[in-house]
C-alpha cells in the first residue's frame, strides 16, 4: 500500500483544514473547518482528533453504525467545546472519512458537507465518488442546473448544506456512510473542496486514472496545481492500495 498526502494554505492567510493517516494505514480522516481563522481551525483539529480517538476504540471493529455513532460523538465533543468557551459558538466542518478492512478487502467510507472520498478502479477506468451536501448538488438533483461545469462555476458553489456544527439540531449521517469492496491497485482519492478547485469529478479523477503514468508522478501534477491555482485550503490523502 502507498500513501502520499499534501495539505497546502492556498490564497488564504489562514488553515482550517486539518488531516490524519493512521501510520497502520486503517483510518484516513479530513476535514475542512468552518467559521473563519479560529473558529474552522479549532473545529476540523477538534473533530479529527475525536473521530479518531473513537476509532482506536473499536480496535478494528468497523461496521456502518459504528461509524455514524463515531460522528455523533465528534459533534456532541464539538458542542461541549462551544457551551464550555473553549470554542468559538459557531464553528463548524466538513468530513471525510476512510476505514480500510485490509483482510475482508472492505472499505468503509463517511462523508458530511463538500469534502470527498473518491474510488477509482483503475483496472476498469471507472469511478465512484460521494455526493457533496451542498446548494448545487440539490440543484443538480432537481434538474435546475445539469452539468459538472454549471455545479462548479455557480454562485452558490460554496455553499453546503450540512457539516458537523455548534448548531444545535438532530442530524442522521446514515445516508452518508457506505461500504465498499476494493480491488488491489485501486486507488481513494480523500479531498476538501480546494483540492479539486476548478476541476469537475471527471477531470479530477483523469488525473489519476491512467496506468501509464506512476502515481507519485500523477500525484505531484495534482499538487503542483493545487498550488498554482486554488485560492482555498486544499488537502488530499491519495492510497494505493
Not at 19 to 33: A, K, N, Q, T
Amino acid at each position: 500500500m502507498q500513501v502520499l498526502s499534501f495539505h497546502n494554505q492556498g490564497k488564504r492567510t489562514y488553515q482550517e483544514d486539518f488531516y490524519y493517516v493512521d501510520p497502520s494505514h486503517r483510518y484516513f480522516i479530513l476535514c475542512d473547518g468552518i467559521g473563519g481563522s479560529k473558529g474552522g481551525a479549532v473545529a476540523s483539529k477538534l473533530v479529527v482528533e475525536t473521530v479518531l480517538t473513537q476509532l482506536n476504540t473499536l480496535n478494528g471493529d468497523i461496521s456502518l453504525q459504528k461509524i455514524m455513532n463515531v460522528i455523533d460523538k465528534a459533534r456532541n465533543e464539538l458542542l461541549n467545546t462551544a457551551h464550555s468557551g473553549a470554542g468559538p459558538s459557531d464553528m463548524g466542518t466538513t468530513l471525510a472519512l476512510l476505514c480500510l478492512d485490509k483482510e475482508d478487502m472492505v472499505s468503509y467510507i463517511a462523508h458530511v458537507g463538500d469534502s470527498r472520498v473518491y474510488h477509482i478502479e483503475r483496472s476498469l477506468e471507472t469511478y465512484w465518488v460521494t455526493k457533496d451536501h451542498s446548494v448545487v448538488q440539490e440543484l443538480f438533483d432537481a434538474g435546475v442546473i445539469n452539468t459538472q461545469d454549471e455545479m462548479k462555476s455557480h454562485p452558490l458553489k460554496n455553499r453546503i448544506t450540512r457539516a458537523i456544527s455548534t448548531i444545535e439540531r438532530d442530524e442522521d449521517y446514515q445516508e452518508s456512510i457506505v461500504s465498499r469492496p476494493y480491488s488491489k491497485g485501486d486507488l481513494f482519492l480523500l479531498c476538501t473542496d480546494g483540492a479539486f478547485e476548478g476541476l469537475n469529478s471527471d477531470e479530477l479523477v483523469n488525473r489519476f486514472i491512467s496506468k501509464s503514468m506512476d502515481v507519485n508522478e500523477q500525484f505531484e501534477i495534482h499538487n503542483r496545481y493545487c498550488q498554482e491555482n486554488s485560492i482555498d485550503n486544499n488537502t488530499m490523502i491519495l492510497i494505493q492500495v
